[in-house]
């Protein structure tokens, strides 16, 4: 009988492991795809919501009035990457053709910057032979969807960035907009803090930030040079959060800097070094920012 | 024996890795998210395909900056999934089992800064095949660039130790393969602008008149 059961047992495990190899059953995530896709199939734009966020958002339409009130920090701005499966801020990097943004995450995103959210609210897919060998389907063909936004793209988008240079002195449309073209992360975080003095508005350094290379780790480098990258981006982000983005992370690189910093009291001195640049480039905004526009906005937030 | 088995599958698999394309990828403070130059890039497609072939031949990462100059577009590798007969209800829900689909992968590559031509790629299937095939493309290309690299530390090298210019048709006799009637009649060349060039019978080394 003892026998039989072990038979029995081996089958079953057997039978099992089979079942496993040959349905290669998906992560939940996949699953969750699976059960949206059939929805979606025509709308190759949208992209599976997370659970969270459809119990995150509210039930019924803001009004103009709330639109215009709403406090950025009231968004979950982690649920609304987390829908869009991406590391990167889908709205700070414009990816407005991935459609399915909240008129709340578009008015809050509104407040934070100078150049305004433009939202998709139509497309159209075309269907043509990609050109490009093993891209599409069996046939070779693939869907290219041009998005229609809600506005025009204002003239500065289309200037270069010796152009909008000049423009960007006074006007933080301009600054934002340079952002994006700029070809370094000096020079891209340069714009990102004269479209803060300008405006008084802290998305510009988000943006920027979110625009700018991840650092290289590679194992040839200098630990003290990459050191120094994430004591500089780790200013920003301080920055950022000082002046009131919610989504300002100022703990994304702290893994980073107990890999290369071992001593505690190092990595003490590192993050005072961090607090105290903040602090300064915070004072030095402010005062350009009553300089250049009169407003107080920046003193009164890192006074706050 | 056994661990001399282990010994030399491990030496294998380190072998063929060191010759994938996605031993380019450089890693990032972002787990699972690389970087990559592509310098022979200029729209969308060049971006998007370059660098799921990366991706592809190194799971270590499912996300990568392809950049080029100022412009830099991310790129995503995601799994394809096909359905199978299988499917299971209870309570009135069911479920269709699904297995992934080997024979194909889903690439998304957005433009983060710069500006580049060509529309966003938003989960657009790609086989698995031509993944591979754009790999070997790419490593031949490195290969070449380092080829070339060789070549030209070769000449600079006799350059330095004679003191002066080699002639066209020295040129070819050092690279050891241009022939020198390529170096035309007056032999006004630039030897900077030699390249190797990869056909499926082989390669070339070419070292073409400066304009």
């Not at chain 1, 991935?98 to 995450?105: R, S």
């Not at chain 2, 577009?73 to 699904?98: A, D, H, K, M």
């Not at chain 2, 080829?147 to 050891?176: F, I, K, M, Y």
Request: hydrophobic share 35%.
């Amino acid at each position: 009988m003892k026998e039989a059961m072990k038979y029995a047992l081996a089958i079953a495990i057997t039978a099992a492991a089979m079942f496993a190899c040959m349905y290669d059953a998906p992560p939940e995530r996949a699953v969750q795809e699976v059960t949206q896709k059939a929805s979606s199939q025509n709308h190759p734009s949208a992209l599976p919501t997370s659970s969270k966020q459809t119990a995150d958002q509210p039930k019924r339409e803001l009004s103009a009035a709330e639109l215009a009130d709403i406090d950025p920090a009231s968004i979950d701005w982690e649920a609304m990457r987390e829908r869009y499966d991406t590391n990167s801020d889908p709205m700070a990097l414009r990816w407005s053709f991935l459609g399915e943004f909240t008129d709340a995450e578009i008015a809050a995103f509104n407040k934070l910057h100078v150049v305004p959210f433009n939202p998709m609210i139509d497309q159209t897919c075309e269907r043509s032979l990609s050109g490009i060998e093993g891209v599409g389907d069996a046939d070779g063909v693939w869907e290219v969807c041009t998005p229609i936004y809600l506005y025009d793209e204002h003239p500065y988008a289309f200037l270069s960035l010796e152009e909008l240079k000049p423009l960007a002195e006074n006007d933080p449309y301009a600054a934002e907009l340079a952002i994006r073209i700029a070809e370094d992360f000096q020079s891209r975080m340069d714009y990102a803090l004269q479209a803060v003095a300008l405006s008084g508005k802290p998305g510009p350094i988000f943006e920027g930030l979110q625009r700018s290379s991840l650092i290289s780790l590679e194992d040839n480098r200098d630990p003290n040079q990459i050191l120094a990258e994430v004591g500089v981006k780790m200013v920003f982000q301080n920055l950022s959060a000082r002046l009131g983005d919610p989504r300002a992370d100022t703990q994304s690189l702290l893994a980073l800097l107990n890999e290369y910093l071992q001593s505690e009291e190092d990595k003490k001195d590192f993050l005072t070094e961090v607090q105290i640049s903040a602090q300064a480039l915070a004072e030095q905004l402010a005062k350009a920012q009553t300089e250049k526009t009169g407003q107080t906005t920046i003193a009164e937030a890192i006074n706050a | 024996m056994r661990s001399l088995l282990l010994i030399c599958l491990w030496l294998l698999t380190s072998a063929v890795y060191a010759e994938s394309c996605g031993s380019h990828l450089k890693k990032t403070e972002t787990s699972g998210v690389a970087t990559v130059e592509c310098p022979g890039c200029t729209n969308l497609n060049d971006f998007a395909s370059y660098g799921a072939a990366m991706l592809y031949s190194n799971n270590q990462y499912n996300r990568t900056y392809v950049t080029k100059g100022s412009t830099e577009v991310e790129v995503i590798l995601r799994n394809s999934y096909r359905n199978t007969p299988l499917s299971v209800g209870i309570f009135g829900f069911s479920w269709n089992f699904r297995a992934t689909n080997y024979a194909e992968r889903l690439v998304d590559a957005f433009p983060r800064r710069g500006s580049v031509n060509g529309a966003p790629w938003n989960r657009q299937p790609v086989s698995t095949g031509s993944l591979k095939a754009k790999c070997n493309d790419i490593e031949k290309q490195q290969q070449a660039k380092v080829q070339q690299n060789d070549d030209l530390a070769r000449l600079s090298q006799e350059v330095s130790s004679r003191g002066h210019r080699p002639s066209g048709d020295e040129v070819a006799h050092l690279t050891g393969r241009a022939p020198s009637n390529w170096f035309g009649r007056n032999s006004r060349y630039n030897y900077i602008s030699c390249y190797t060039v990869w056909g499926p019978y082989g390669s070339t080394t070419r070292c073409p008149r400066s304009r």
